[in-house]
């Protein structure tokens, strides 16, 4: 036999481990996909900043918008100025600063009754 040939010759036990590997490695690198869906966990105390972020109101309002933009400039910055994502964003250290700041405690229980205020306006022009 030449050294050509034996090159060629094929072991049938190697062939079938080698057979049976691929398998195995077609199975194991197949992902497997799952949804999952995450939903914010907002304390109780900025639920009104989270159905602000949800309308529009605040994109013309400059108090809302501020408001939001205080909560931590920069990150709004990041964010370009989507409070959503903003919102996704924050700690729950954060939230505790944020819920300690008197100042920004009131400025929120301000905003949030003037939103409340314009949408009762419009649900009576409804």
Not at 4 to 26: F, G, K, M, V
Not at 42 to 64: C, G, H, I, Q
Request: charged share 25%.
């Amino acid at each position: 036999m030449s050294v050509c040939n034996l090159a060629y010759r094929i072991d049938p036990i190697a062939d079938t481990e080698a057979s049976h590997y691929w398998e195995q490695s077609q199975h194991i690198n197949t992902p497997f996909w799952r949804s999952v869906i995450v939903h914010r966990s907002t304390p109780e105390k900025f639920k009104a900043l989270e159905e602000m972020a949800k309308n529009l109101w605040w994109s013309w309002n400059e108090e809302a918008e501020q408001l939001f933009k205080s909560i931590d400039p920069e990150e709004w910055h990041r964010v370009h100025k989507n409070p959503i994502l903003l919102l996704d964003s924050i700690s729950v250290s954060q939230f505790k600063a944020l819920e300690n700041d008197t100042q920004f405690m009131a400025r929120l229980h301000k905003v949030y009754a003037d939103f409340l205020t314009y949408m009762e306006k419009e649900e009576g022009n409804d």
